[in-house]
């Protein structure tokens, strides 16, 4: 194992979170001790960087000890997550459904450490009844607000194309890449939908040169999703004339002022907390929570200097209202 480093980061009231990109010891603290495994860096402005968010915000809501490893490889997975729970960690979230298999082999070693397994894959059958739970983000709901935020977009430019991109296609992406085309049908079906994937999280240069294609393929709006590399749609959209349509971006919003129009989000910060919350008050159950736009889990954000999306804004608000007070479920319509 790696030398052990140790990052203090003061957060809110005195509390501190402690990671390094190997493995890593906590401070100490009298509250939950809780353990965070990333795939990505904190710093990725997008899933990696929302799942340390929440770590902070347990310490700070909890009094917990906490402690992170980011940029782990999947070679380091049991490794590093059985670390954790050898060191005493009482929960251990493992960020990404990639986790599945290290997690639950680990968990029958420990069955009083719990578990969590994050994903935006709501149909994802994580818990197992015992000490592993599935933390679930409503992808198809982010995916969806998405696509008719670029329906609409694209009803203002007379374009009849849209695009989107995503990542590694595991299951979490997959779903939001499909809500997304079911968005857009939503609002215009003769709009036609461009997919693909790029294979890769951290291949900006690939995904910007898909972002290209798709651009001249005549698609007017790209929306990208695949973590750090999310960055390669919105510089193909900003040189070659385009407009993004973001995930878990808004502090993207000053770099893109005018070509990413808005961000769809997935606060899994949110969700981790309210989790970590039944987890102290002894209300844990090994199943699969799932939150979406009616828990504030899901929303999405318009840029403030980018046009198009706010001549927009309202009409995908009022699809948000439409969602909130179930006059649109959009999971009977991905069902069917």
Not at 170 to 176: G, N, Q, S, V
Not at 193 to 214: H, M, P
Not at 310 to 333: C, N, P, Y
């Amino acid at each position: 194992m790696k030398k052990i480093f140790l990052i203090v980061m003061v957060f809110f009231l005195g509390l501190a979170v402690v990671g390094c990109g190997s493995t890593d010891e906590g401070t100490e603290s009298d509250g939950l001790k809780v353990a965070l495994v990333l795939t990505g860096a904190i710093n990725d402005k997008g899933w990696n960087q929302k799942g340390y968010e929440g770590l902070v915000a347990i310490a700070a809501e909890y009094k917990a000890a906490t402690a992170y490893n980011e940029n782990t490889q999947p070679g380091q997975f049991n490794q590093i997550i059985r670390t954790y729970a050898k060191d005493g960690y009482e929960v251990i979230i493992a960020h990404g459904t990639q986790f599945a298999d290290a997690v639950n082999e680990v968990a029958s070693e420990y069955p009083d450490t719990k578990f969590l397994i994050t994903s935006s894959d709501r149909t994802a059958q994580i818990g197992n009844g015992e000490n592993v739970a599935g933390v679930l983000a409503d992808g198809v709901q982010q995916g969806f607000l998405q696509g008719v935020t670029a329906a609409y977009i694209a009803q203002e430019q007379n374009s009849t194309k849209v695009g989107a991109i995503g990542g590694t296609q595991i299951p979490a992406i997959k779903t939001t890449v499909d809500g997304f085309s079911l968005g857009v049908k939503y609002v215009n079906p003769s709009i036609q939908v461009l997919e693909a994937y790029t294979g890769s999280f951290d291949d900006v240069n690939k995904l910007k040169e898909q972002a290209i294609t798709f651009i001249q393929q005549g698609a007017t709006v790209v929306m990208s999703t695949a973590n750090a590399a999310t960055k390669g749609g919105y510089e193909a959209t900003k040189d070659n004339g385009g407009i993004s349509i973001g995930s878990n971006s808004t502090s993207q919003f000053e770099t893109y002022p005018a070509n990413l129009a808005a961000s769809a989000n997935v606060d899994m910060s949110k969700a981790l907390l309210v989790v970590a919350g039944e987890i102290v008050n002894d209300r844990f159950e090994a199943i699969n929570y799932i939150y979406g736009i009616a828990e504030g889990v899901v929303d999405i954000t318009f840029s403030t200097t980018e046009p198009l999306g706010l001549s927009v804004k309202d009409k995908v608000e009022a699809i948000v209202a439409d969602i909130e007070s179930g006059k649109i479920d959009v999971q009977a319509l991905y069902d069917n």
